[in-house]
């Protein structure tokens, strides 16, 4: 989303017409915006009869709205790895989806018709896989595809740093696509180790809890973590951040659940103690580290401080790095 804000004046350029798409002899397809507007292509594999590898790079020499059509009319999910640099995707229906460097995004749609969105003297470097419908029901049964690819629109069913397991098969899987390598085992086993690892992250349960939450949604998530670090030395309640982000408690408490595997009293806990152990470490006494991170007594502060990291405040007093 950020991207998407940040991109007013824009160079577009629609698919249809611009991109140049060729045949590799490694079995890749590939779509590549004209050189004036810098190095910008993807490239696509396709490794079964329902399952695709893309990679793609943009670097564009201005900023850069690309009108997109999804050339399958059929169900896909899509799971996206961010490699390097933001990009935005914006619905012609009102859907906004984000990929950021680190972060696994999956979605799913028949029809996707919309804008990527690139911003000037940036690299975005990216790999998906896109799978359809009939590998799913093959691996997760027909009811469960049916739950995560839903009606056909595009949307979004999760948005997650990007676990160290999967950021190492994805790495591995680039490797091999960077050196031309194709078709081998090893390229099928990282395919199907990264596949699997996303779907077990969305299960039934998890993902009908994941389904409640948008990209606009995530963004107030973010915000209310970082209203807990902005404001931490405040008496911040429940109600005051649903007011501050715009989301109601259940969803609040839900969302933070499922996009820090936390709770806002455990979270905002951690947020002051770490920053009270910090502010210790630096010279700052133990009274005056209390106030900083909230707590008006500093003998609650000091108990707190000791639970959470098994030594009193004091024994931090003073310490240097």
Not at 27 to 34: D, E, F
Not at 253 to 269: A, C, Q, V
Not at 298 to 304: G, L
């Amino acid at each position: 989303m950020a991207v998407l804000q940040r991109i007013s004046q824009s160079y577009r350029v629609a698919s249809t017409n611009s991109l140049q798409v060729s045949n590799d002899t490694g079995g890749w397809m590939r779509q590549q915006l004209p050189e004036e507007l810098g190095e910008c292509y993807s490239e696509r594999l396709c490794l079964d009869d329902d399952l695709m590898v893309v990679r793609s790079r943009y670097h564009p020499t201005r900023n850069l709205i690309e009108e997109t059509v999804s050339p399958h009319n059929r169900h896909m999910l899509v799971i996206t790895f961010g490699m390097q640099g933001d990009s935005g995707y914006k619905g012609a229906d009102g859907s906004a989806v984000s990929f950021r460097a680190g972060y696994t995004t999956i979605t799913s749609f028949q029809l996707s018709l919309g804008e990527r969105c690139y911003e000037a003297g940036a690299t975005v470097s990216q790999l998906r896989l896109l799978i359809g419908e009939s590998m799913l029901s093959k691996y997760i049964g027909e009811q469960r595809t049916r739950q995560l690819l839903g009606n056909g629109n595009v949307r979004q069913l999760a948005f997650q740093k990007t676990s160290a397991a999967s950021a190492s098969h994805a790495c591995a899987l680039t490797r091999y696509l960077n050196q031309g390598v194709t078709g081998t085992l090893d390229m099928h086993i990282h395919t199907l180790s990264l596949l699997s690892e996303q779907l077990k992250l969305l299960s039934p349960a998890a993902s009908a809890e994941s389904l409640q939450f948008s990209a606009v949604d995530i963004e107030k998530l973010d915000r209310a973590r970082d209203i807990m670090i902005e404001q931490m030395d405040q008496q911040l309640t429940i109600p005051y951040l649903c007011a501050a982000v715009g989301l109601n408690e259940f969803k609040l408490k839900e969302g933070l659940h499922y996009r820090f595997n936390s709770t806002p009293h455990r979270m905002l806990h951690e947020i002051r103690m770490r920053k009270a152990y910090t502010l210790l470490e630096s010279g700052c006494q133990v009274a005056q580290a209390a106030y900083q991170v909230g707590y008006k007594f500093p003998n609650n502060f000091s108990a707190a401080f000791t639970r959470f990291f098994g030594k009193p405040p004091k024994t931090v007093f003073g310490k240097r790095r």
